[in-house]
Structures are given as C-alpha cells and as structure tokens.
C-alpha cells in the first residue's frame, strides 16, 4: 500500500514541477459521526487529511488526498446491548478503529464568485484499517462473578472506499484559502464488533466485516503556488 502510496505522492510532486501555478496543498481536521450499524458500538470520531490539488480548466480540480481516522467503542452502549441478551451480562473492554484514506477525486466549482465558491466533489480509493480489541466480560448472574478474558483482536488490511463532498471555499488572500465541507462515507468490509450472548463463548465478539457509513464534517486551509 505504501509503496503505491509513494508513486502517487511522486506523480503529484511531478505534475508541481510543471505547473505550478495550477498546484495547491492543503490541510483538513474532520470530525465524523457514524450512521447505521457503525453508530450501535462506535461513538464520534476525529481525524484529518493532507491534499494535493491540481487545477485544470475554470472550475475543476483534481485531487489526492491521505488521512487518518479514529473511531472508539462507546463502552455504555455496548453493555446496553450486552444486557438485552443477559441482564447480568457485563463488559469491560476497550476497542477502536482507524483509518487511513488514501482518495483520488475531482472537485467541480459552480455559481463561482471572485471570493467565493460552493463545490461538490467524488473520491474513490482505499483505506489502510486498525481494529482492536482488548478487555473481560463477567456474567453476574451466576453469583460467582468470574470475569472472563475475552480474545484479544488485532486486526489490519487494506479495503476501497467512496466518498462524497459538498462545500465552499472562501478566498482571503492571493495564495491563501478556506475549504469548509459536508462529506459522506463509505467503507467496505469495515470491522465492528458484535455482542456474545454467552461470555464462555466470548470469541463471538470477533468483529464483523460489512459496509459502513458516516458523514463527517471538514474545515481546513489550502495554499496555492
């Protein structure tokens, strides 16, 4: 992945050279909410992403981008589920999942004013995933409350992703300017985590590979050669 990662980044730098004047980079800070299934264990996430942006004709930009996602298991909602299988049924466990988005896409400008543009843009690639999982479960009904050690996971790959963006930029000076954006995500064979309704049979807690969404919220500075 990285070393695909790495020809990219030097096609980029490439096309700089050339053109400088059509070149930008940026920086965003995201913050994400997850929707669907993502949303049952997973609370809000937070991250970021570097850009590199080559304008071509009036009102389009090609673009590439890498970042990095994290997400954290909500502990509260994970044991309310936890207890409609098993009112006795307790976890104590942490878990996350990250990301990182390696994107191509192109971003179309419309109704653009001289200090002012909304846009709309689509992103296709993949995404380098983390999950992880660590912690105990303890059945109370039994009176002995023995905890039991859960599996611990670690899992990693590689999978594609999709992502839609609707935004606006705001020019504040010749080289500099604000990039704010509305994005929606897809994941594919994104790892979640399901509840056992046994904590003897705990390694049921795998994880479970499936689409995932989330929209996210973008704010960030580009600067243009």
Do not use: C
Request: hydrophobic share 40%; proline share 3%; glycine share 8%.
């Amino acid at each position: 992945m990285f070393k695909n990662l790495i020809l990219i980044i030097t096609i980029a730098l490439t096309l700089t050279l050339r053109a400088q004047s059509d070149f930008a980079v940026g920086i965003n800070g995201n913050v994400n909410f997850p929707n669907g299934k993502f949303t049952e264990y997973f609370g809000t996430g937070y991250g970021g992403d570097a850009h590199f942006l080559y304008l071509f004709g009036n009102s389009s930009i090609f673009s590439l981008s890498v970042g990095y996602n994290k997400f954290d298991l909500d502990l509260e909602a994970f044991n309310a589920k936890a207890s409609e299988l098993d009112p006795g049924l307790e976890f104590n466990v942490e878990s996350s999942f990250s990301t990182i988005p390696i994107l191509l896409g192109v971003k179309w400008y419309f109704l653009k004013q001289k200090n002012q543009s909304p846009y709309i843009m689509i992103e296709a690639g993949f995404y380098n995933y983390s999950f992880t999982l660590t912690g105990t479960a303890e059945d109370n009904t039994t009176g002995n409350n023995e905890a039991v050690t859960l599996p611990e996971i670690d899992e990693d790959g590689t999978e594609t992703m999709l992502r839609v963006s609707a935004g606006y930029i705001f020019f504040i000076q010749k080289h500099w300017f604000l990039d704010f954006s509305v994005n929606y995500n897809v994941l594919t064979n994104a790892f979640t985590v399901d509840v056992p309704a046994d904590p003897e049979d705990a390694e049921e807690i795998s994880g479970a590979a499936q689409t995932l969404n989330y929209l996210s919220a973008s704010a960030g500075v580009n600067y243009r050669f």
